[in-house]
């Protein structure tokens, strides 16, 4: 297995220590793509629906389980967005959100970077103020209750129109709703980014951080689009700009951060099995990528498992695996001063064994 020392994927600032000192253990990571309803295990699925007395088309969990097999993104958001259902109050939401904090904090995860879909909830008759306090009143003691530090991001679908997009945005900066960046998911193949462009320039003027799904399963040119026109900071998946070797080049020159999430590309077939998976090649060309849960309870897995799985297939060193944690840390929006403390402590300090 190739040694990634050589390449510039860790800046000087952030570098790795040596390869002999970085002990096997459970890494402090940064999670920077995840989607909290994707957090939804089918047990609390079962349990919120019997609490808000909503009749369920599975009768028993493991009906439900037998559904999560997925040809490919729509298959897989058709039952995201159906399950969503039992979401009714805002204790539902905080429910979901303390579940998912308890099994990233057993992860390693230290910082928490969490999508979660408005506009999916506002169409089912789901205030704005519940989901968005439901899942903040969490968030808000995350640090305290799980050593978690936390941001919540805005996720827009972009199968629908951007005039949506632009009433929530406004409904949210209206409500002065605690997050601290929007990010741009749901069906991608026939929905560019530049159909979000104003809703970008406002996010932006409202000093909001910017993510967006690209290349997950779009091509590559959506990636570049969502860097030249939506000016995002970091791309979510972006495994397909593999196929373009110039874009590759530019991601690498500019440190372009990109969320990659394996398990998630293997059960939506974007890659037939994870052997096939481009991560070591990512990880050779220099580029800035980071592992990923996406949708834990629908894809067969938390970070820790995602790490668990590419060790095995791939071998990755222990050096692969710090980097892709330092390379999490360097590329989320905590404060420089929450990235050096998760830098110390993925130096040799702290970690929980
Ligand atoms: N891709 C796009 N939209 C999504 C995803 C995903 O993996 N998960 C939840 N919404
Ligand atoms: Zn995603």
Redesign the pocket.
């Known amino acids: 297995m190739e040694n990634y020392a050589g390449t510039s994927a860790v800046p000087e600032t952030a570098a790795v220590e040596s390869e002999a000192a970085i002990p096997a253990r459970l890494l402090p990571v940064a999670e920077l793509h995840l ?1 909290i309803e ?1 957090t939804l295990q089918p047990e609390l699925i079962f349990a919120l629906a019997e609490r808000n007395g909503i009749t369920l088309p599975y009768s028993h969990i493991d009906e439900l389980r037998q559904r999560y097999e997925f040809t490919d ?1 729509q298959s897989f ?1 058709d039952l ?1 967005y159906a399950n969503m259902a039992v979401l009714q109050t805002e204790e539902d939401f905080a429910a979901m959100t303390h579940a998912y904090l308890e099994r990233a904090a057993a992860s390693g995860v230290r910082h928490a970077e969490i999508m979660m ?1 408005p506009q999916a909830h506002l169409s089912r008759g789901i205030p704005l103020e519940t989901c968005v306090n439901g899942v903040a009143s969490v968030l808000a003691t995350s640090r305290e209750d799980f050593g978690i530090s936390t941001m919540l991001i805005a996720a827009f679908l972009r199968d629908l129109p951007e005039e949506s997009a632009l009433e929530v945005l406004d409904g949210l900066l209206a409500m002065d709703a605690p997050i601290g960046a929007i990010g741009l ?2 069906a ?1 193949v026939g929905n560019p980014p530049a159909k979000f462009e104003r809703l970008y320039a406002r996010a932006r003027g409202a000093g909001l951080r910017l993510t967006a ?1 690209a290349g ?1 399963e779009g091509p590559a040119s959506y990636i570049t689009e969502a860097l030249d026109v939506l000016k995002v900071e970091r791309i979510d998946h972006g495994i397909r700009c593999m196929d373009d070797p110039d874009l590759v080049e530019r991601l690498v020159q500019e440190r372009i951060p990109l969320t990659v ?1 394996p398990l ?1 590309n293997v059960r ?1 077939r974007a890659v037939d099995t994870l052997a096939d998976h481009p991560l070591p090649a990512m990880l050779a060309a220099g580029l800035n990528v980071s592992v990923n849960s ?2 834990p309870a629908y894809f067969g897995g938390y970070v820790d498992d995602n790490f668990t799985q590419l060790q095995a297939v791939f071998e990755l060193s222990d050096f692969d695996r710090a980097r892709l944690a330092a390379n999490s840390i360097h590329s989320s929006f905590a404060s420089e001063e929450r990235k050096a403390e998760l830098l110390e402590e993925l130096n040799g300090g702290d970690a929980t064994p």
């Open positions: 989607h994707g993104l958001l995201y879909d998911d749901s991608e799904h997950e999430c998630s939506l996406d949708d």
